[in-house]
């Protein structure tokens, strides 16, 4: 069964700079497309970056330019690296392993002075 953990959230700066991580076990992980999403209170849940088992990646407009979306086949393990962080960004970030659809139990982004 696939189990997904990520880490690396919690309180920043605007403009500030965080790196969450996903480790993956129970998947067939270097064929799995993986991706980032996040849900802030009383919104939708939203995809904020993709990356295909080839690296192939997408983003949502609002992150392009400052997140970066990449992976590590040898460490099961899916990165979103976010640079100048704006208070908007501020969610509860989760990771989705494609070929499964299961979630990540999720973690906190505040961005805030």
């Known amino acids: 069964q696939v189990q997904l953990v990520e880490s690396g959230g919690g309180l920043v700066q605007p403009g500030g700079s965080l790196r969450l991580s996903c480790a993956a076990s129970?998947?067939?992980?270097?064929?799995?497309?993986m991706a980032w999403h996040r849900q802030a209170p009383g919104k939708q849940r939203e995809l904020v970056a993709a990356i295909t088992s080839g690296g192939s990646t997408n983003y949502a407009d609002s992150v392009k330019g400052r997140f970066t979306i990449s992976r590590d086949n040898a460490k099961n393990t899916v990165y979103l690296q976010m640079n100048s962080l704006k208070p908007e960004d501020t969610a509860v970030y989760y990771c989705k392993e494609g070929l499964s659809g299961r979630w990540g139990q999720g973690t906190q982004v505040t961005v805030s002075s």
């Open positions: 129970g998947s067939p992980f270097s064929i799995a497309g």
